[in-house]
Nanobody
């Protein structure tokens, strides 16, 4: 069973940076794309970015505004999301999600294997 586990969240102030990590088990790491989504209180889940570890191709949603960078380390079965210049609107639970045949759409792909998220809280 594919099990992506996100970590690295916490409390931050506006302007700070955070790096989220996602370790994925039960999965051939280079086989599919891996994405980051987030869900803010009272809002729907929002796709941010995906990466294909095999070749490093990436997609970014407009909402990342050039502040977020996704990258991966195949030796560690880990995908990262570097978040810079954080703003209070970035407050959300962040999830790492593996591509599947069904699920939420993002950048031409669908992501359906969810694991536990990590909370990011940004104060002004």
């Amino acid at each position: 069973e594919v099990w992506p586990v996100a970590s690295g969240g916490g409390l931050a102030q506006a302007g700070d940076s955070l790096r989220l990590s996602c370790v994925i088990s039960g999965f051939t790491f280079d086989a599919s794309a891996i994405a980051w989504f987030r869900q803010a209180p009272g809002k729907e889940r929002e796709g941010l970015s995906w990466i294909t570890p095999r070749d490093g191709s990436a997609f970014y949603a407009d909402s990342t505004q050039g502040r977020f960078t996704i990258f991966s380390d195949s030796d560690k079965n880990t995908v990262y999301l570097q978040m810079n210049r954080l703003i209070p609107e970035d407050t959300a639970v962040y999830y790492c999600v593996v591509e599947g045949v069904a699920g939420l759409p993002l950048g031409g792909r669908r992501f359906g294997s969810w694991g536990p998220g990590t909370q990011v809280t940004v104060s002004s």
